[in-house]
């Protein structure tokens, strides 16, 4: 997800393009349809090797070859910004971003792995949550939090409809859980670019900000802790963790705001029967 950013403190060499929100056509929306199925089938493909032993560095080095052999695409995270790898781990406490490393998995762990794709020049990105051997009553509990929060806002997107209306719907429901928001990392605009314009905020009020017009592209992507929703950044200057160390739980997909509602680009088979 992208960190928010001021636009006082971004620096200039970084403001590559000026604060505009693209509208895609319709051969636009046609690679990016290809994009994220392509990042919605490294998902699905990874599911299995994720149990007790695997370290996480054997999970990205599948990701990454499955990427690049089989779908002929490129894994967006790598050299991106400076990261080493191909696909974030975010393991228990760790809120996004984390690196693949020699760590390995546990029962009862929960991780979120990240996908970006690049094809034909087009982004797709989406993460899920998987429960390591057998699952804990909170680990599925926070996984569980996180993925009703997004698709309660998914489920609100059409034309007409604004960000705070989304931020909102997050925030109510996951606070209303006793749970907490990290606010440091939003959403983004994608297309060409991983990170475009607009930030999606997990939080805000309703009848603010941005207002949805059909060929807009974003992501939702809400990040959960069962404690404070305040973060930290580890010394590697990527994973960020839960200052409390409670776990956290994240699920992201990219949508395509159509004339009557949404698509989701990044669905994978299993969510077509029950989202
Ligand atoms: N995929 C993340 C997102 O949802 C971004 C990862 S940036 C990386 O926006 F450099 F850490 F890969
Ligand atoms: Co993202
Ligand atoms: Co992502």
Redesign the pocket.
């Known amino acids: 997800?992208?960190q928010l950013e001021t636009v006082l403190e971004l620096p200039i060499e970084v403001n590559i393009s000026p604060m505009s929100v693209t509208i895609k056509t319709e051969q636009e929306i046609e690679k990016m349809r290809t994009a994220g199925k392509l990042a919605a089938q490294v998902l699905s493909m990874i599911e299995s090797h994720v149990r007790p032993g695997i370290t996480t560095n054997e999970l990205n080095d599948i990701c990454h070859d499955y990427i690049v052999d089989e779908l002929n695409a490129i894994p967006a995270?790598l050299n991106?910004?400076g990261?080493p790898k191909s696909i974030?781990t975010s393991l228990n406490y760790q809120v996004c971003?984390g690196i693949p490393s020699e760590k390995i998995l546990k029962n009862g762990d929960i991780i979120n792995i990240?996908i970006?794709v690049i094809k034909e020049g087009y982004h797709g990105?989406t993460?899920k949550m998987f429960m390591v051997g057998k699952p804990t009553i909170q680990g599925q509990r926070v996984a569980q939090i996180s993925h009703t929060a997004m698709w309660k806002a998914i489920e609100m997107v059409k034309p007409g409809v604004q960000l705070g209306d989304l931020g909102h719907i997050i925030q109510q429901y996951v606070e209303a859980q006793n749970c907490s928001v990290v606010r440091e990392y939003c959403g983004?605009g994608i297309g060409k670019e991983f990170?475009e314009e607009p930030q999606v905020l997990h939080y805000g009020k309703p009848a603010t900000g941005l207002t949805l017009e059909a060929g807009m592209t974003f992501?939702i992507?809400p990040m959960v802790n069962v404690g404070k929703r305040h973060v930290k950044l580890l010394k590697d200057d990527?994973t960020v963790v839960t200052k409390d160390h409670s776990l956290s739980a994240q699920w992201?997909h990219t949508i395509l705001v159509t004339e009557t509602g949404y698509e989701v680009l990044t669905l994978r088979e299993e969510e077509i029967q029950t989202p």
């Open positions: 997800m992208r995270p991106y910004r990261f974030c971003h990240d970006t990105d993460s983004h990170h992501t992507e990527w992201e």
